[in-house]
Nanobody, 119 residues
Framework: QVQLVESGGGLVQPGGSLRLSCAAS?????????VGWYRQAPGKQREFVAR???????KFADSVKDRFAISRDNAKNTVYLQMNSLKIEDTAVYYC????????????WGQGTQVTVSS
């Protein structure tokens, strides 16, 4: 089973940028339809942020549209989440996961990577 590991989080000021990485132990898409990014803020449920299919189609949550970008590097078995114009409300632990064709998450959740937006 291909494992995914998130990295790249940190502390950033409002308006700043970060790039998160979701690295796979094998082929990034393996047998799955897509890779998605999710986040969970303290006291809140985990929510969808963005996804990219093996064919390159993307979708974003309304709250991050026009600020975040998602891309993939098949050679590096990695999916990236470029986060720009960060807001305090983007503070959360960010997770990636494989997705089935109906966009259900396919694997267990990893440890995630903490993103803190604060002045």
């Amino acid at each position: 089973q291909v494992q995914l590991v998130e990295s790249g989080g940190g502390l950033v000021q409002p308006g700043g940028s970060l790039r998160l990485s979701c690295a796979a132990s094998g082929s990034i898409f393996s047998m799955y339809f897509a890779v998605g990014w999710y986040r969970q803020a303290p006291g809140k449920q985990r929510e969808f942020v963005a996804r990219i299919t093996s064919g390159g189609s993307t979708k974003f949550a309304d709250s991050v549209k026009d600020r975040f970008a998602i891309s993939r590097d098949n050679a590096k078995n990695t999916v990236y989440l470029q986060m720009n114009s960060l807001k305090i409300e983007d503070t959360a632990v960010y997770y990636c996961n494989h997705l089935y064709s109906d966009y259900r998450t396919a694997g267990s959740w990893g440890q995630g990577t903490q993103v803190t937006v604060s002045s």
